[in-house]
C-alpha cells in the first residue's frame, strides 16, 4: 500500500522551536487542551503516569493528559479505526512487531526527522528499535522491553553433579545428559521442556548460528532460513529439543500443558521463560522458593550467548493528531532516562535502552534478563509480518523442524516460500 503523503507538521514546526527545551511557541497559544494517551493493560503504572504527566503539564501549562488503558485483544482493529479517524489518540503505545503494519497505512507519523532530539536514541534496544523503523523511516519510540532467559532448578542441578550453569550449547546439552540420567526414574522427564511450537525460545538457537529469518534485498523481502547459517542453527534446535525434552512436546506450545506447572511438579529441570514465570512457578510449588536460578540461553562460543527476542512494546504518533508537537513532548519524556528508571522501580519493566539496563540489574532475579536485553534481535519489520504472525508460521516452522515428519532443509525452504510471499504484502 502507497503510504500518502504528509503536510508539514507541529513536529516539524517544533523541532524549529526546540520542543523539550522550553514551551515551544507553536504551543504557547493552546492551552486548555487535552492530550490523549493510549498505553496498554498491566504495564506501565499509575504511579509512573502520574508521574509523567505531571512534568508534561508543568512544562504545558493549560494542558491536561488522558491515558486510555487498552486491552490487547481486538486492539489492531480498535488502532485501525482510530488512527483512520480524524480523533484518534495523539500517542499510543503498539507492541513492536506490529509498528510497520500500522506505518505502512500512513496512520503514524514519521519521527526520523526528529530522531536526534530523542532521548537515549544512540544505544536503544535493537530488538525494539529494528521493528520501529520502516521503509527509512522511524514511526514508533522504543518503550519497554521484556525477553526470555533459561529458569532452572538448582537443586535439580546440584543432584545431577552440576556445578555451573551451561556457557555453551554443547555444554548444555552435556548437562541434559546428566540431568536424564539422574532423574530417568521420574516419568516424562524433561532436562529442558522446550515446546516444539516455541518460537520465541527457538530463534536464539538460529540466531546463535547466524541464520536469519529473512533478509531485505533488492526492495523486497526473501525468506533466508534455507542458507547455510540458517540451516545449522534449525538443525540444532532440532537436537536441543528432541534430546533434551519429552516426545510429546514436539507438537506443542507452552501453553497446554503450562509449562510453568510442568517445572513446577519437577517434570523439568529448566525451562526458557519471562521474569514474571518465577513468580508463578513459586506460587504453584513454595518449596522451590529459593531453589530457582537464571542463565542466558548460550551460544556456540563460551563468550557469546545466543541473541535474545526482546518483545515488548514502542510508542508512537498518529499522523492525523492536531497535537503532534505535544505528543512528541510527553514521548520525549516517557522514554528518557528519568521516567525509564521510574518504570523500572515502580512496574518492574525493562527500560529501552542499554545505557539504563543496570538501573534494574540488581532487582530480584533480573540480573540475566538484562544481561540477555544486551545482544537482541528482531523479527522483519514489515507489515506481513503480522500475517505470519496470525498464520502460526513460526509455530508451523519449529515444530516440523522438531517433530522430523519432514527433513529440515524441506521445511526450511517450505517456509521461505511462504515467507516471500507474506513478507512482500502491503
Known amino acids: 500500500m502507497k503510504r500518502r503523503r504528509i503536510a508539514p507538521t507541529a513536529i516539524a514546526l517544533a523541532v524549529a522551536a526546540g520542543v523539550g527545551g522550553g514551551v515551544p511557541a507553536v504551543a504557547s497559544a493552546q492551552t486548555g487542551h487535552t492530550l490523549t494517551v493510549w498505553l496498554m493493560t498491566g504495564e506501565i503504572g ?7 504527566n505531571a512534568a508534561f503539564e508543568k512544562e504545558y501549562p493549560g494542558w491536561t493528559v488522558n491515558v486510555e488503558i487498552q486491552q490487547w485483544g481486538g486492539i489492531s482493529t480498535k488502532l485501525t479505526a482510530a488512527l483512520a479517524s480524524s480523533t484518534p ?47 527509512g523511516g522511524l514511526y514508533g519510540v522504543p518503550l519497554l522491553a521484556g525477553d ?30 546428566a540431568l536424564k540420567n539422574r532423574f530417568s526414574h521420574t516419568k516424562d522427564f524433561s532436562p529442558l521442556y522446550f515446546p516444539g511450537e516455541y518460537w520465541y525460545a527457538a530463534l536464539p538457537v538460529l540466531w546463535a548460528y547466524g541464520g536469519k529469518i529473512a533478509v531485505h534485498q533488492g526492495g523486497k523481502w526473501v525468506g533466508a532460513l534455507s542458507t547455510k547459517d540458517s540451516l545449522a542453527g534449525l538443525q540444532e534446535f532440532q537436537t536441543i529439543q528432541n534430546d533434551l525434552s519429552v516426545k510429546a512436546s514436539r507438537t506443542l506450545n507452552t501453553n497446554a500443558p503450562d509449562q510453568d506447572s510442568v517445572f513446577a511438579k519437577g517434570q523439568a529441570a529448566m525451562i ?9 512457578i513459586e506460587s504453584d510449588n513454595k518449596k522451590l522458593t529459593g531453589h530457582l536460578g537464571t542463565f542466558v540461553f548460550p551460544g556456540v562460543n563460551a ?7 526482546v518483545g515488548g512494546s514502542d510508542i508512537a504518533i498518529a499522523a492525523n493528531s492536531p497535537n503532534r508537537a ?16 521510574d518504570m523500572v522501580h515502580n512496574d518492574g519493566l525493562m527500560p529501552n535502552a542499554t545505557s539504563l539496563l543496570s538501573v534494574g540489574r540488581n532487582l530480584p532475579n533480573m540480573a540475566d534478563y538484562y544481561k540477555a ?3 537482541s534481535n528482531f523479527t522483519p519489520a514489515t507489515p506481513g509480518w503480522a500475517t505470519v504472525e496470525n498464520d502460526n508460521v513460526m509455530e508451523t516452522l519449529f515444530s516440523q523442524v522438531a ?18 510471499s507474506l513478507l512482500n504484502a502491503q
Do not use: H
Not at 46 to 52: C, D, I, L, N, P
Not at 272 to 280: A, I, R, T
Open 373 to 375: 536485553a544486551l545482544n
Open 89 to 135: 489518540p495523539d500517542a499510543m503505545e503498539i507492541g513492536n512487531t506490529d509498528v510497520a503494519e500500522f506505518a505502512a497505512s500512513g496512520g503514524l507519523e514519521n519521527l526520523a526527522g526528529v530522531r536526534g532530539q530523542l532521548p537515549n536514541n544512540t544505544n536503544w534496544l535493537g530488538g525494539l528499535a529494528g521493528p520501529a523503523e520502516y521503509n
Open 46 to 52: 499509575t504511579k509512573t503516569q502520574a508521574a509523567v
Open 403 to 420: 517433530s522430523g515428519t519432514r527433513n529440515v532443509a524441506a521445511v526450511a525452504k517450505s517456509v521461505d516460500n511462504q515467507l516471500n
Open 272 to 280: 526458557v521463560g519471562g521474569s514474571w514465570e518465577l513468580g508463578v
Open 303 to 309: 563468550n557469546k550467548p545466543a541473541p535474545v527476542f
Open 326 to 341: 505535544q505528543a512528541l513532548a510527553w514521548v520525549k519524556l516517557m522514554t528518557g532516562s528519568q521516567f525509564q528508571t
Open 148 to 177: 526470555r532467559v533459561v529458569i532452572y532448578n538448582k537443586t535439580m542441578f546440584s543432584q545431577a553433579g552440576i556445578k555451573s550453569a551451561p556457557k555453551t550449547i554443547d555444554q548444555l546439552l552435556n548437562d541434559g545428559t
